[in-house]
T-cell receptor, first 116, second 113 residues
Framework: GAGVSQSPRYKVAKRGQDVALRCDPI?????LFWYQQALGQGPEFLTY????????KSGLPSDRFFAERPEGSVSTLKIQRTQQEDSAVYLC??????????????FGQGTRLTVV | AQKVTQAQTEISVVEKEDVTLDCVYE???????LFWYKQPPSGELVFLIR??????QNEISGRYSWNFQKSTSSFNFTITASQVVDSAVYFC??????????FGSGTKLNVKP
């Protein structure tokens, strides 16, 4: 597809369950970002990849959160032992360039995670 | 520290009214970029505009215009003759020396017919 694709669009998990969220970036985009958006808030940075290298994971809230991009394209965000405070929309974004801070990012529609 | 403040949580206007969305930012970086994104109910963030810290010229694109004032650390967004399709949440964002966005909390715009 032409845009960033995320799956599933909606996920309901029981507390304590592990979840995996998938992101298919725009083909050829080098940079990939994960953001967490709580209800009524702006997106908050989780982690950033340049190709397969995870260059910044400073936003991951705990060691239950893990992200990977093994072949430099598709990325997976995994949350282990989910808790209610993990409920949020998880947004993935990709951008073409690497070092240019001026490059805009293209966002997917997000995965809405609800932990019950 | 990087911070973006959008003080207006929600604005309601009647179609054809002009509306300005405020954005104030904080950064110690000398080179930075400011962005506006639109988030319709479908959820994806749609890129609207980018501005670098060295370019304070105002920009107009159709019904949209942006006013960047470095002296007041503001990057305001005006929609002229608003339309119902403009209803969405609008986010202002800042990117500094590190390749990540810092978003404000968003302003929800309701345009009523």
């Amino acid at each position: 597809g032409a845009g960033v694709s995320q799956s599933p669009r909606y996920k309901v998990a029981k507390r304590g369950q592990d979840v995996a969220l998938r992101c298919d970036p725009i083909s050829g985009h080098v940079s990939l970002f994960w953001y967490q958006q709580a209800l009524g808030q702006g997106p908050e940075f989780l982690t950033y990849f340049q190709n397969e290298a995870q260059l910044d994971k400073s936003g991951l809230p705990s060691d239950r959160f893990f992200a990977e991009r093994p072949e430099g394209s598709v990325s997976t965000l995994k949350i282990q032992r989910t808790q209610q405070e993990d409920s949020a929309v998880y947004l993935c974004a990709s951008s073409l360039f690497t070092s240019s801070v001026g490059t805009e990012a293209f966002f997917g529609q997000g995965t809405r995670l609800t932990v019950v | 520290a990087q911070k973006v403040t959008q003080a207006q949580t929600e604005i309601s206007v009647v179609e054809k009214e002009d509306v300005t969305l405020d954005c104030v930012y904080e950064t110690r970086d000398t080179t930075y970029y400011l962005f506006w994104y639109k988030q319709p109910p479908s959820g994806e963030l749609v890129f609207l505009i980018r501005r670098n810290s060295f370019d304070e010229q105002n920009e107009i694109s159709g019904r949209y215009s942006w006013n960047f004032q470095k002296s007041t650390s503001s990057f305001n967004f005006t929609i002229t003759a608003s339309q119902v399709v403009d209803s969405a949440v609008y986010f202002c964002a800042l990117k500094g020396n590190f390749n990540k966005f810092y978003f404000g909390s968003g302003t929800k715009l309701n345009v009523k017919p």
